[in-house]
């Protein structure tokens, strides 16, 4: 069986030259939770942007056995979900109900499965009451749950998280672990979030400079406070004691 995710020697420049990846190789099987972890301007949100085809680059991205291409997009946006870095670039619709109705609506499905696939999604997320509020109007937390249930409510088979954290409450926070132990897709989540990497992941892949730096056992790498600090990055409180 093919891979849920192959990356092959990608490497991508910015239109104003930034080098952003470089010669990057990853592999990750089905069902796999993935922590991608780096100091800000590592390379973790383009490297997401490459794996669903948003950026094209040198180099070979496939995604559950499709190769990333202009033929393929279709498909493989059906099969991975992008959860973007800023949520306000994935919610533009007049209510929460209709941005969450939005994908499973173009994936052809009736409107009575839309309905169902939007409540399930937001009662996923805990915003179930919120369905008919317009998406500026929530708070930032909302709206990083609301970005989450625009994804879940498509179940794609591959899941990428781009900080999902990002402006989260303690409560929220630990709703958001939660959630995420409990997907069966695989995801891969790019986190400044040292604990929330090491409580979620099954395997960490480091990056720094565009480059993939280290890639394997999360307490390995993340107990390995030397390298966390080369890299600008702390070891997390699970591993903290152990050092
Ligand atoms: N649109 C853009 N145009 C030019 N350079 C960019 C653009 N977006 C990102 N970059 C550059 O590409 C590199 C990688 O950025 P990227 O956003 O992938 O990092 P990141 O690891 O996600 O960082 P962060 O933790 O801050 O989110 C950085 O040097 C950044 O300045
Ligand atoms: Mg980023």
């Known amino acids: ?3 849920a995710i ?3 020697n990608f490497s991508y420049r910015y239109p104003d030259g930034t080098s952003a990846l470089s010669d990057i190789n990853l592999a990750v099987e089905h069902g796999l939770r993935v922590a991608l ?3 800000n301007g590592a390379g973790k949100s383009t490297l997401l942007l490459a794996m669903a085809g948003f950026i094209k680059g040198a180099g070979k991205v496939s995604i559950d056995g499709l190769e990333v291409n202009r033929k393929n997009l279709k498909e493989v946006r059906r099969r991975i979900g992008c959860c973007l870095e ?4 994935q919610l ?9 109705a939005f994908g499973p609506l173009n994936l052809g499905l009736s409107p009575e499965q839309v309905r169902g696939c939007v409540a399930e999604a937001l ?3 805990g915003l179930a009451e919120m369905a008919e509020k317009a998406p500026h109007h929530l708070s930032a937390g909302q709206k990083r749950g609301a970005a989450v249930a625009t994804i879940l409510a498509m179940s794609p088979k591959i899941i990428t998280l781009d900080e999902p954290d990002g402006s989260l409450d303690p409560r929220h ?5 939660r ?3 409990g997907l069966s897709q695989t995801l891969v989540i790019a986190t400044c979030n040292m604990n929330l990497a090491a409580v979620v992941a099954d395997r960490v892949v480091l990056m720094d400079s565009g480059m993939i730096i280290a890639d394997g056992d999360v307490q390995k790498i993340m107990s390995d406070s030397k390298l966390m600090a080369e890299h600008g990055l702390e070891v997390p409180q699970k591993f903290s004691d152990s050092n």
């Open 1 to 3: 069986m093919s891979n």
């Open 6 to 8: 192959e990356i092959q």
């Open 37 to 39: 972890i780096g100091p």
């Open 86 to 89: 800023n949520p306000d670039d």
């Open 92 to 100: 533009f619709m007049p209510t929460l109900f209709d941005d969450i």
């Open 123 to 125: 009662a996923t997320v």
């Open 173 to 177: 926070r630990k709703n958001l672990v």
């Open 179 to 181: 959630l995420l132990a």
